[in-house]
């Protein structure tokens, strides 16, 4: 009864900001690493962030760094994305990982995915 669910996603114009939420339940949320990954139209999922169990880490695509800020909050077992200045090319689905191995950049490292929830941005 794992489940990641994803919200906050939503229509907004090039430059705007949004913030991603993802609730954990049905794991020792403290225990895993966390991440985001998109997927735009006919496209494989990508990587875009990820931040370890204790926040002691975080990573970032390089097309989202200075932008997007990835943090969570263990006691809500909760984990965030901030998505600012964003760009057409961050239109996706966003989905929210949870994993337990020491990488953190590939699909195959995570054990649990959320549902996604769709950011679209207008030019």
């Known amino acids: 009864q794992v489940q990641l669910v994803e919200s906050g996603g939503g229509l907004v114009q090039v430059g705007d900001s949004l913030t991603l939420s993802c609730a954990a339940s049905?794991?020792?949320?403290?225990?895993?690493?966390m991440a985001w990954f998109r997927q735009g139209p006919g496209k494989e999922r990508e990587f875009v962030a990820a931040i370890s169990s204790r926040s002691t880490n975080t990573y970032y695509t390089d097309s989202v760094k200075g932008r997007f800020t990835i943090s969570r909050d263990n006691a809500k077992n909760t984990v965030y994305l901030q998505t600012n200045s964003l760009k057409p090319e961050d239109t996706a689905v966003y989905y929210c990982a949870a994993g337990l191995r020491l990488g953190v950049r590939q699909p195959d490292d995570y054990t649990y995915w959320g549902q996604g929830t769709q950011v679209t941005v207008s030019s």
């Open positions: 049905g794991l020792t949320f403290s225990r895993y690493s």
